[in-house]
């Protein structure tokens, strides 16, 4: 279970890390507020997944 999460985080933290890479290059405005949440959410449920790993 805590596997799980910590993937699940860790995607989560990667595209959030990607998706103002790719607004560049399309050229589009800046990261959106949803994106925000999304990165810091996904961060959550990776450091919970490391928490219950231990």
Do not use: D, E, Q, T
Request: with cysteine; net charge positive; glycine share 12%.
């Amino acid at each position: 279970m805590s596997n799980a999460l910590m993937i699940i985080g860790l995607c989560g933290i990667v595209l959030g890390f990607l998706s103002p890479i790719f607004r560049v290059i399309s050229k589009k405005p800046r990261r959106s507020k949803g994106w925000m949440i999304f990165f810091v959410l996904s961060f959550l449920i990776f450091i919970l997944g490391v928490i219950l790993g231990l």
